[in-house]
């Protein structure tokens, strides 16, 4: 056996390309996935009752408010007076500065990580060096959010996304995806909006966007009044022409449809247009945020449905300013509960090759296949959910934790 070669025996292996495997080992060579099979080698570390499965991938998550131990207001709490206190939040912040918000970062990292995280797609206001975060670490796409509704504004922003998608790729591993993030229509000029789809066009990186986040989102593209008027004439930021009257949600995704990767972040309040439009164009995805969801009081989400009818789907945890923590384990275990009509299945691969698929990295993460990386999350299974694999991996005593090739 090569030096660099490791094997793992466990109770049972989820691939989640296939079905599970029970008593399994899997083998790996530098860090790639070389075979995997249903019987215990000999020769392998037995990891002893627990589930392998691949490393959970958070979809959307905002890490800069990882130091917050509850939200930033109570549940069901009204959306812009919440946004009030973003920006108050992030004031304070700025009197910190970097050396402060970078330690917030990395503790969210360590969040993720503790947490079975294998990929983490994180909303950056400001740039840092993800070189400098402890290793092993999840691996990251960094997406550079920008906004302004400002005319004269929109160069400037535009410059700082240029030099964002410019960057050069961190030579450290795991490697860094850089994307961008127009913030949301209500804070994002047209100019500006356009701009940013032209680049990650141009070169070929992911964008992500909270879109149809509210009633109050679709008020403002549609008829130019409602509660987001209210809030930008309180920030001064108001004109009556920002936007033509009639804009949908529709037009939005028109253009993220251009893209090779593009990620609805929220999606609560799609209609039934916007949907079969998803449905047709697999690669712009929906992230779905469970218990952000539920912490705002919206309507039940049309998740199911859009997995019914084709739409990518997969999971975010947003950030603790609207979560009690980044757990994309404890977002599924949510829904389980929930939803118990809902395959575990499914919500395994919403956890895990959804996301992956949705940021444009599932030839390499997502799933437990030869040839990919070998990203693991161990899973101590509930022994008292009866004999079913799946029963075991999501019943109410289970719990996550990092992988073997993350341990040290």
Not at 57 to 74: I, M, Y
Not at 263 to 281: C, M, P, Q, R, W
Not at 294 to 315: D, Q, T
Request: aromatic letters at 8%; proline letters at 8%.
């Amino acid at each position: 056996m090569a030096s660099d070669q490791q094997r793992w025996a466990a109770r049972w292996i989820f691939p989640v390309s296939s079905p599970p495997l029970e008593n399994a080992t899997l083998i790996v060579s530098d860090g790639i996935i070389e075979d995997l099979y249903a019987s215990k080698d000999a020769r392998a570390v037995d990891l002893g009752p627990v589930a392998l499965i691949p490393g959970l991938v958070n979809a959307h998550t905002h890490l800069e408010f990882s130091d917050r131990e509850e939200p930033l207001a109570a549940p069901g709490c009204d959306f812009f007076d919440w946004i009030s206190e973003v920006v108050v939040y992030r004031r304070r912040r700025s009197v910190a500065g970097p050396e402060a918000l970078f330690q917030t970062l990395q503790r969210g990292l360590r969040e993720c990580a503790k947490a079975g995280g294998a990929l983490v797609a994180d909303i950056v206001t400001s740039e840092y060096d993800p070189g400098r975060f402890d290793t092993p670490h999840p691996r990251l796409v960094l997406f550079r959010e920008l906004y302004t509704l400002r005319s004269e504004q929109v160069g400037t922003q535009l410059e700082t996304a240029r030099r964002f998608v410019h960057r050069p790729v961190p030579s450290e591993q795991p490697p860094v995806v850089f994307g961008l993030s127009p913030h949301a229509p209500y804070t994002v000029h047209p100019d500006l909006f356009e701009g940013l789809v032209e680049l990650a066009r141009r070169h070929q990186v992911p964008l992500a966007m909270h879109l149809a986040e509210t009633q109050a989102e679709l008020e403002l593209l549609r008829c130019g009044t409602g509660p987001c008027v209210e809030m930008l004439r309180r920030f001064g930021l108001w004109k009556g022409d920002l936007f033509a009257r009639g804009t949908t949600v529709r037009d939005y995704l028109n253009r993220l449809a251009d893209l090779d990767h593009a990620l609805v972040v929220h999606g609560n309040y799609l209609n039934d247009d916007d949907v079969a439009f998803l449905a047709e164009h697999p690669h712009v995805s929906v992230i779905y945020c469970p218990r952000t969801h539920e912490y705002f009081g919206h309507p039940p989400h049309r998740w199911k449905e859009m997995l019914e009818r084709g739409v990518s789907v997969a999971i975010g945890t947003d950030s603790r300013a609207s979560n009690p923590d980044l757990s994309v384990w404890n977002e599924l275990k949510f829904l389980r509960q929930r939803h118990p009509d809902v395959s575990p299945r499914v919500l395994l691969e919403l956890g895990t090759l959804g996301g992956a698929r949705a940021l444009g990295l599932d030839d390499q993460l997502g799933s437990l296949q030869r040839g990919k990386r070998a990203e693991l999350a161990v899973v101590e299974l509930d022994s008292n959910a009866g004999s079913d694999p799946y029963k075991q991996l999501f019943g109410p005593a289970s719990r996550i934790g990092p992988g073997p090739t993350s341990k040290g």
